[in-house]
């Protein structure tokens, strides 16, 4: 894809284009494939294979997934799960009103753009729609320190270093209040 160039990150102006997400589909399996192959994506994920062409097709209640497009041209992928329902417990034994978000831009093109933080501001919303939810948590790797700015930039809070399976793990969370107060 090709992205108007002309916007300067330095100065962290909006890019260009309405940020929509919408559900993924079946139909979306080879893009996802192709963005698992990004060095990026890559060395930010805990787990490689997210088993696409089996769990695409599966519409369940605890996770969303869901295709980030900008005017229509989709770049990047995000998940928000309910952490006390999620199948394999990732999280543990949690406690009622939570959320979880995973997000990458496939598109190396799109990233560095002020398009993450659209896209992290309508994940957000879309948690807290729900008016029982009143924490979302997110777990970059610990070695992922560029991220961990972003999720500052966005209001989030380190709680604790934690490990999942073998990797070393950031915790951060962003609370309802927290949002109200940041905002
Ligand atoms: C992290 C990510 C979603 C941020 O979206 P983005 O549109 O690039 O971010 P924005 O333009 O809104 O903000 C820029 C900030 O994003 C972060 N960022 C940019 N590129 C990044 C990259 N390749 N890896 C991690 N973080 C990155 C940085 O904090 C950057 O600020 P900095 O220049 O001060 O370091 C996106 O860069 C990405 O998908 N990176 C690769 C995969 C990844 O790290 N996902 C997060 C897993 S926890």
Known sequence: MSLNPSVDP????PAPGIVDLRPAVPADLA????????????????????????????????????????????IGFIQI??????????????NAGHRAIDIWIGEPSARSRGYGARMMELAIERCFRDP?????????????TRSHRFYERLGFEFVVERTFGDHCCRVFKLTRDRKAAVN
Not at 10 to 13: C, S
Not at 88 to 94: D, E
């Open 81 to 94: 799960i309910d952490p006390e329902h999620e199948e394999t417990r990732y999280w543990g034994c949690m």
């Open 10 to 13: 330095i100065e962290r102006r």
């Open 132 to 144: 029982t939810v009143h924490t979302i948590l997110i777990d970059p790797l610990a070695s992922n």
């Open 31 to 74: 893009m996802l494939r192709q963005w698992d192959r990004d060095p990026d994506v890559r060395s930010s994920l805990i787990d490689g294979d997210w088993h696409w062409e089996t769990e695409l097709p599966r519409q369940l209640s605890w996770r969303e997934w869901l295709i980030a497009e900008v005017d229509g041209t989709p």
